[in-house]
């Protein structure tokens, strides 16, 4: 079983729209959660990071966090179509020093 | 604050050659990570460098290693390239905590490809 999952979409949104990426982990202790954005033939951006349960916000962008229901979630307001990317949810797990565990991605698609 | 830096950004290798990439993180950065992508596995954890000390380590063959300097500039070496090995490697640098790690900034890549 993988340790973190994201549906790989592609998931299309309409320019404006709210588009909601979605990824579960696995049921280890867990210390930090990430969110990045990559675009085709880019190195991954850090768009936010979040370490306890409730939402953070930051622009367009909100991060939530459920630890008992192991999920973590990025909304991303008014969509558009520069917000066209693979978004992948990282998770550091306790005890793992600096290592990441990505999920495969997902790809969105934001149509004007 | 200049970012993440990489070097080469491409490569071109055959098979069995040996092949070292650079990474120089943000300053004042002590930790040091690497990560292979591939469209297949996605990205995937090589190993952690933190105060010239190997911290954590991915499930990848011994043929894969690293080190760090005293600047905190960290190397990565594949030696015995294979045509699976053609990937782009992500060096990412961070502050650090005890037990953790604190935001990771990626660098470009280096963009290995093995004929």
């Known amino acids: 079983q993988k340790e973190v999952e994201q549906n790989s979409g592609p998931l299309s949104v309409p320019e404006g729209a709210i588009a909601s990426l979605n990824c579960t982990y696995s049921d280890r202790v867990s210390q930090s959660f990430f969110w990045y954005r990559q675009y085709s033939g880019k190195s991954p951006e850090l768009i936010m990071s979040i370490y306890s349960n409730g939402d953070k916000e930051d622009g367009r962008f909100t991060a939530q966090l459920n630890k008992a229901s192991q999920y973590v979630s990025l909304l991303i307001r008014d969509s558009q179509p520069s917000d066209s990317a693979t978004y992948l949810c990282a998770v550091n797990f306790s005890g793992q020093g600096g290592k990441l565990i990505f999920g495969q991605g997902t790809e969105l698609s934001v149509k004007p | 604050k200049a970012g993440v830096t990489q070097t080469p950004r491409y490569l071109i290798k055959t098979r069995g050659q040996q092949v070292t990439l650079s990474c120089s993180p943000i300053?004042?950065?002590?930790?040091v990570s690497w990560y292979q992508q591939t469209p297949g596995q996605g990205l995937q954890f090589l190993f952690e460098?933190?105060?010239?000390?190997?911290?954590n380590k991915g499930n990848f063959p011994g043929r894969f290693s690293g080190r760090q300097f005293s600047n905190s500039r960290s190397e990565m070496n594949v030696s015995t390239l294979e045509l699976g090995d053609s990937a782009l490697y992500l060096c990412?640098?961070?502050?650090?905590?005890?037990?953790?790690?604190?935001?990771?900034?990626f660098g470009p890549g280096t963009r290995l490809t093995v004929l």
């Open positions: 990412a640098s961070s502050l650090v905590f005890q037990g953790g790690t604190d935001t990771q900034y």
């Open positions: 300053s004042g950065h002590r930790s």
């Open positions: 460098y933190f105060s010239e000390t190997q911290r």
